[in-house]
């Protein structure tokens, strides 16, 4: 079985933008608004090279809540996804649950089963890679991200990502970090430990 790392995507992987209209930082709606945090290709190469899957799984419910339109969500995957592909980094699979029980748009708004916390997409991937989730990883910057983590039976690592601060506060995650770097780090270390004398 292999080992994998779950990345949430929006403040995570790439900035999350400010929105006038809500007065909140929110997932990008432009591909031109798609800004990468430093250091996200080197870390990814990183812990591909350490053996590790990579995955995304991000909640997106922006289309079900009104605010943009599914063809603009799937333009800035598009962009992303090139962006990776031009640094030869290669995800399993992109998990995106678009739902949102409060939504607007009525068939994409209901209480689904992919929707994190619900760990159905690491489960998903555990079924059709072989995933060993007991060995992997769930990197977040919300609580919603360390539960699903925990619910799937990984390890959870929260990054403090300021415009996040007010969706965490009530998981327990395993490890903190500042940035996607520093969480590569937290993995890397716990798969080196130093030898006993």
């Not at 899957?53 to 009104?66: C, E, H, M, R, T």
């Not at 969500?73 to 980094?89: D, P, R, Y």
């Not at 039976?153 to 520093?182: M, V």
Request: glycine content about 6%; hydrophobic content about 30%.
């Amino acid at each position: 079985m292999k080992k994998a790392v779950f990345l949430d995507r929006d403040g995570v992987i790439n900035r999350l933008v400010f929105n006038p209209g809500t007065g909140e930082f929110e997932p990008p709606h432009d591909p031109a608004d798609l800004s990468l945090f430093p250091g996200v290709i080197r870390s990814l190469h990183s812990l591909a090279d350490a053996g590790f899957d990579l995955f995304i799984v991000s909640n997106q419910p922006d289309y079900a809540k009104g605010k943009t339109t599914l063809e603009q969500i799937k333009a800035v995957h598009k962009k992303l996804e090139e962006i990776f592909t031009e640094n030869n980094i290669h995800f399993r699979e992109f998990y995106y649950c678009y739902h949102h029980p409060d939504g607007v748009v009525p068939e994409y708004s209901y209480i689904c089963e992919c929707r994190k916390p619900k760990p159905y997409f690491l489960l998903k991937a555990a079924e059709d890679y072989g995933t060993d989730l007991s060995q992997s990883w769930m990197i977040g910057d919300r609580d919603s991200d360390i539960e699903c983590g925990k619910n799937a039976g990984t390890r959870t690592i929260l990054i403090k990502e300021p415009h996040s601060s007010d969706k965490r506060g009530k998981s327990n995650p395993d490890f903190y970090a500042e940035n996607i770097e520093e969480a590569k780090n937290i993995i890397l270390k716990f798969e080196r430990p130093s030898k006993r004398v």
